[in-house]
């Protein structure tokens, strides 16, 4: 059982029955009113939650996150770049081909709710191995998953992104295992990092001018519009 809604859920349930008692019923409404909400409700709840979860996931944006061999860092996707990596569909799924430095411009779309994602590296023979998703409070409880497993954490760090500010909240995910995750959340780093996006979309902007510029010299306008008719 979930410990979030026995917080939220138990207080409220505790309450109704308090006033269920002062109730004039009869002891048995009260006893089927006081004990049928966690026998069937609770049961009911987690079958809804099942059949939702799955149809989300099963319905949620595919995508297969490739990382080149060694790479341990945060890695990052800013969508809707147009000088960023093409819209790649293999298996159904969007494939998202990370560089060296992690920050990937991407083209597409990135969709929020639920997800449908695999996460895999390149070894040393050019294979694909897939990355399991690792979440950082579990290594804070008993038993303590292995701490030197190489995954994929979600990045809770907020960029600073100066070219575009209204690309702050991105798809970004740390690739490391937990011994070494700190080093990717402090300040020199993530300073690197922002500087390193920056660099990047300001690059891109200027492309997009310049080949807009190139397009506009090489198009030649009609004298007028009897060349159409």
Not at 80 to 91: H, S
Not at 162 to 184: C, G, M, W
């Amino acid at each position: 059982m979930n410990l979030y809604w026995i917080i939220i859920g138990g207080p409220i349930y505790l309450i109704g029955v308090f006033f269920l008692i002062l109730q004039e019923r009869a002891t048995k409404d009260k006893l089927i009113w006081t004990f049928w909400p966690p026998i069937l409700v609770y049961p009911a709840f987690i079958v809804l939650m099942y059949i939702t979860g799955t149809l989300g996931t099963a319905f949620a944006q595919k995508l297969d996150f490739r990382f080149p061999e060694n790479f341990r860092g945060t890695a990052v996707v800013i969508p809707n770049m147009e000088c960023g990596q093409e819209i790649i569909v293999e298996d159904g799924r969007e494939v998202l081909n990370f560089p060296e430095h992690g920050v990937l411009l991407y083209q597409g779309k990135i969709e929020y709710g639920y997800i449908n994602h695999v996460y895999r590296v390149y070894d040393s023979t050019g294979e694909l191995q897939e990355l399991p998703e690792l979440l950082i409070q579990d290594f804070n409880s008993e038993p303590k998953p292995d701490t030197s497993e190489l995954g994929v954490f979600f990045s809770y760090r907020p960029l600073m992104i100066k070219e575009a500010p209204e690309r702050n909240h991105n798809l970004s995910y740390d690739v490391s295992t937990f011994e070494e995750i700190d080093q990717f959340h402090n300040f020199q780093y993530g300073k690197k990092l922002d500087n390193k996006i920056d660099s990047l979309i300001l690059n891109c902007k200027n492309w997009a001018q310049q080949t807009l510029s190139v397009m506009c010299q090489t198009t030649s306008l009609p004298a007028s519009s009897e060349q159409f008719i």
